[in-house]
């Protein structure tokens, strides 16, 4: 920069005035063995202070933890029948997903997947797995939660997943949940304070 537009900066930070940052950060969160049931409720969160989700994403594998002979960067679909994302008592998606994939019946889960990519990068780009490739490597279920009611500003906010199979999950299977949602810090560059507003 030029030395007019570096005094002007040098002059802003010895102010020390708050910077507000805005950025998408991420939380993984996994349950290492589900139960043998077809049907399973997972409480995943439970924020006081609300970091208003985005997206949500939701994957399982089968045996494929610590397995050398299996590529742990792989997703299962595990039979899903349908999957429900819950904000207190805000649901998402608000239809059943009416899934049977041994029957080919999985366009709708491909669908949230190609949305995601456009929604997040707000382009359409071209999506990065076809849909024979989707459902072998990385059939993830991605949720959209982008446009939410009033009143989940208010209070402490428990994320639930409820998620249904054709028939029991298998033994050893693992289910994984990544959350995007919006945060805001202020930092301070003298002082090198930061502090969390949202």
């Known amino acids: 920069v030029s030395d007019r537009r570096k005094i002007q900066l040098l002059k802003f930070i010895e102010r ?10 991420w939380e993984l969160y996994e349950y290492p063995l589900l139960p043998t049931t077809s049907k399973h409720v ?38 899903v029948r349908d999957v429900k994302l819950l904000l207190n008592s805000q649901c998402y998606p608000y239809g059943n997903l009416n899934l049977d994939i041994d029957h080919n019946q999985f366009a709708l889960l491909y669908e949230m997947y190609v949305n995601f990519q456009a929604t997040y990068y707000g382009k359409d780009p071209e999506p990065l797995l076809k849909k024979n490739e989707f459902l072998e490597y990385a059939p ?4 959209d939660c982008s446009k939410q009611n009033e009143s989940l500003k208010l209070g402490p906010v428990d994320i639930r997943l409820e998620f249904e199979a054709q028939d029991n999950f298998p033994t050893d299977t693992s ?3 990544l959350i995007l949602h919006d945060r805001i810090v202020e930092y301070n560059p003298i002082s090198g304070g930061v502090k969390k507003l949202v």
């Open 42 to 79: 997972w409480t995943v969160k439970t924020s006081t202070q609300l970091e208003k989700p985005r997206y949500v994403i939701l994957g399982f594998q089968k045996s494929r933890k610590n397995k050398n002979n299996k590529n742990a960067s792989h997703f299962d679909h595990c039979n």
């Open 16 to 25: 020390d005035a708050p910077i507000s940052l805005s950025f998408r950060t």
């Open 140 to 143: 993830l279920i991605v949720i």
């Open 175 to 177: 289910a994984f949940c």
